[in-house]
């Protein structure tokens, strides 16, 4: 399915490095049928871009969609959630005072069972991907539920609604109740071939959807599954996602199944688990041998600073990681987090990364660019599509959200009548009241302080999929 060719007008930020921002302002980019970036011009508005840049593509101005951003707008890269439970979205904010394991059993394996039924999985998935489409989220690393046929409905409408995704069919054998366990590993290898088949039939060259393999944790799959799955990787060379070292009564559990490996992160090892491909999720208590091991193997961290918090799992030392040289992106880990914005992700790492600081170690603060850049490009290195997303290149695709800092930036404004009749016929925006915020000051309010109403709208690969109404 091709699209159409867009132009889109106006200023654009994005990470170039892990502590620097770009920001292009007066610039046009050029989106081919396909969703790429064919041409990004400095200096260029409507007019210059109409004459001289769009016949010079070879491109007719008439069939050409055309986005200005107006004062107070900018455009940037999609967000990346590198973790995400679409199953348990009904539960966001329910956690009480649990913790992992007894969570896991009081709320999250009864939703997760009751997502078997097709038409309650249609509507909490659809919601989902809305809902986190609505917040910026172009590309999602699913964990389905072990039901084949709704994982393979959260692949279709990851793919209706235009959001990239890897889906992936849940695996779980062990530790788990018998109203909500693989009957067997044979049983959950067949069953992932099923997804992997499905996804193959509705996006045969993954432009949007990609399966993923997923042991779900290593107290809930047996060897013979974990063995299995690393086989399947071998002939696939599909992608991995797991948990690892989220909680201390976790570890205890791994140490006590598997009493022949030294560590955590060992037990994925030796199961042909580790790979340049695989996500692992939270990474919280793991010692120098097991990164240096996850470095030797290229694996990949998904920091989920919300899920971290909200089920008091730990703080994950990111500085260290990324010091030492692992690839991090950032996960909502909807429900153990309770919200399925990146953004709010971004904002909780900057602030366990302060608490960090707190406990003596200064350098451990994360800087906004920092978050966003785990938020981005970061993601996009940890789910391997770093050549194609994260930033704004020619030659990668569009994926990317219009940011209005505008009237409806301070939440307290809206509803209140005065307020919005005090705003009637502004123009500029609120944050940029004086004049006198420079960017850094713009984009640091819109991170501790923004949500979805900024997300005026949103691309995947050059198609319109989400837009605030006016
Ligand atoms: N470990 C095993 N399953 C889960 C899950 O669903 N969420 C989180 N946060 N950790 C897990
Ligand atoms: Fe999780």
């Not at 850094?440 to 709208?457: C, H, M, P």
Request: some cysteine; overall charge negative; glycine content about 8%.
């Amino acid at each position: 399915m091709s699209g159409k060719q867009r132009v889109f007008i106006g200023d654009f930020v994005h990470c170039k490095t892990l502590d620097t921002l770009e920001i292009l302002e007066d610039t046009a980019i050029f989106v081919d049928e396909e969703g790429v970036i064919v041409a990004i011009e400095r200096g260029c508005d409507l007019k210059k871009a109409e004459e001289i840049s769009i016949p010079r593509l070879g491109w007719v101005k008439e069939d050409v969609m055309v986005r200005v951003a107006r004062k107070g707008q900018f455009f940037f890269p999609g967000f990346v959630d590198t973790h995400i439970h679409a199953p348990q979205y009904p539960n966001v904010g329910i956690f009480g005072k649990s913790t992992l394991l007894d969570w896991l059993t009081t709320y999250t394996f009864p939703m997760e069972s009751s997502l078997k039924d097709l038409a309650r999985a249609r509507s909490v998935y659809t919601r989902c991907i809305k809902r986190t489409l609505s917040h910026g989220t172009t590309t999602a690393a699913y964990y389905a539920t072990i039901h084949v046929a709704t994982t393979n409905l959260l692949s279709d409408l990851c793919l209706a609604n235009g959001q990239r995704a890897f889906v992936g069919r849940c695996c779980l054998d062990s530790l788990s109740p018998d109203w909500y366990i693989d009957e067997s590993p044979a049983q959950a290898i067949k069953d992932t071939r099923a997804t992997i088949e499905h996804i193959a039939n509705i996006d045969p060259s993954n432009k949007l959807i990609t399966p993923i393999l997923t042991p779900r944790f290593a107290p809930g799959c047996s060897t013979e599954l974990m063995t299995q799955l690393g086989a399947l990787h071998k002939e696939t060379n599909l992608p991995f996602q797991t948990h690892i070292s989220e909680n201390k009564g976790e570890l205890d559990l791994v140490k006590e199944l598997f009493p022949n490996s030294p560590n955590y992160t060992s037990v994925y090892d030796s199961h042909g688990l580790l790979t340049p491909k695989t996500i692992l999720a939270h990474a919280i208590h793991l010692d120098e041998s097991e990164v240096d091991l996850i470095i030797k193997r290229q694996s990949k961290v998904s920091h989920c600073p919300c899920s971290n918090s909200s089920i008091t799992s730990g703080t994950c030392k990111v500085r260290w990681l990324l010091e030492k040289g692992v690839e991090v992106g950032l996960g909502t880990d909807v429900s153990g987090g309770y919200s399925p914005s990146i953004l709010e992700a971004a904002r909780q790492a900057s602030l366990v990364s302060r608490h960090i600081a707190m406990s003596g170690d200064d350098k451990a603060k994360l800087s906004i660019e920092e978050v966003l850049y785990l938020a981005t490009r970061g993601g996009a290195n940890v789910v391997g599509l770093e050549q194609k997303i994260g930033g704004f290149e020619v030659g990668m695709e569009w994926d990317a959200q219009l940011i209005g800092l505008g009237p409806n930036y301070w939440s307290e404004d809206e509803g209140n009548p005065e307020c919005v009749k005090a705003l009637e016929g502004v123009e500029e925006s609120p944050v940029d009241m004086f004049g006198w915020e420079n960017w850094e000051e713009r984009i640091a309010k819109w991170v501790f302080n923004g949500d979805d109403r900024n997300t005026l709208a949103v691309w995947v690969k050059g198609r319109l999929v989400h837009e605030i109404r006016k």
